[in-house]
């Protein structure tokens, strides 16, 4: 059996990798910044505290493996410096550190982040890369070295994942389910009949080990990832909400008024949503995974409503042990900010 390396292994994705991949492989190796809590993951998984922006400390810890992950990335909450050291230098680290120790495949998790703000919809792999925000420019980037290692003969299939969600996924979400919990109306930006394509994580797990897996002329490649058959936002949100017997409902909105005042609280930071957020969510934003589907073979199980009922009711047995985590990453409860204000008043409105 192979040897795995997951970079970014304490995170949301890399604790589902870890989890659903133990049996593949003798032994994964994580490496992040962030504290490991051994208890979440398997017996042959071990763990190295190292910043993928150390590449004297990647090339030592990657000996003897055979394969990588690098999930690794800074969020866009982060500053800009961060995110294009994470996302820019690190990626070069890992490819040049696996370059060195002879393994000749790694599998980045990129974004549809890379697309930008398009009007075409679904997209397709090979249409436009115009990045929003160091973010977005970070990953077009990273894409661009994955491309220079390709030609150096190693393989490096760049998986573009949508907004993946599920057991353990928290951030902006959190943020959802406590005020879903709470009976509160949800606003959403615009009239809720855009199709923003969502993913269950265990959907992209499948997808990653592919990659990992697939003989190297069909993985060598870039793909779109995400659920199919996405339906309009108010719908798969109206489904989600009778599943779990929450008595929120959707409220539309004029989505110009409520940008307006979102991007104030944002730029007073008084509010965690960030431009990317509500600067797309009124907005169809799903890609086709075609792609996918015929040269990996890769079939997503699970639909928008689905994600989101298994992320809520795992959050929902855990928000006692959640309230205690602390940073800026997807597996903690951001702080709500003036949005906390706004819930309440929301809950009130919902009752009359």
């Known amino acids: 059996m192979s040897k795995l390396v997951v970079t970014g292994g304490c995170g949301f994705l890399g604790l589902h990798i870890c989890n659903r991949l133990k049996d593949k492989y003798e032994k994964i190796l994580v490496i992040d910044i962030d504290e ?40 866009p909450l982060w500053s800009p410096k961060d995110i294009h050291t994470v996302n820019v230098d690190g990626m070069r680290n890992v490819l040049e550190a696996a370059k060195i120790n002879g393994i000749k495949r790694v599998v980045q998790v990129s974004s549809t982040a890379v697309y930008g703000v398009p009007e075409k919809h679904p997209l397709y792999e090979n249409d436009p890369l115009i990045g929003v925000g160091p973010y977005g420019e970070t990953k077009i980037i990273a894409e661009k070295i994955c491309e220079e290692y390709r030609k150096k003969g190693m393989i490096v299939p760049v998986v573009r994942p949508k907004t993946f969600i599920g057991t353990y996924r928290l951030g902006v979400f959190q943020i959802l389910y406590d005020w879903v919990e709470s009976g509160a109306l949800i606003p959403v930006i615009g009239n809720g009949k855009n199709r923003y394509q969502l993913l269950e994580v265990e959907d992209l797990v499948d997808a990653i080990y592919l990659m990992l897996s697939k003989p190297d002329d069909v993985v060598n490649d870039t793909f779109n990832v995400g659920a199919k058959n996405t339906k309009p936002i108010k719908e798969y949100l109206t489904e989600f909400f009778n599943r779990v017997g929450s008595k929120s409902k959707v409220m539309t909105t004029p989505a110009s008024v409520l940008i307006f005042f979102l991007e104030i609280f944002w730029t007073l930071r008084i509010s965690p949503l960030y431009k990317w957020v509500y600067g797309t969510a009124h907005k169809d934003s799903f890609v086709s995974i075609e792609k996918a589907e015929k040269k990996l073979g890769w079939q997503p199980k699970y639909t928008e409503a689905d994600a989101l009922v298994h992320s809520y009711e795992w959050y929902i047995k855990n928000k006692e042990e959640i309230k205690n ?3 800026i990453t997807h597996r903690v409860a951001w702080k709500q900010g003036i949005l906390g204000f706004f819930k309440n008043f929301m809950i009130l409105l919902n009752k009359k």
């Not at 190292?50 to 800074?74: C, H, I, T």
């Open 36 to 75: 490991f809590n051994k208890d979440e993951y398997p017996q042959n998984v071990e763990y190295r505290k190292l910043d993928v922006r150390n590449f004297d400390g990647l090339k030592q810890a990657f000996s003897g493996y055979d394969l990588v992950v690098n999930a690794a990335a800074a969020l």
């Open 325 to 327: 985590a602390k940073g």
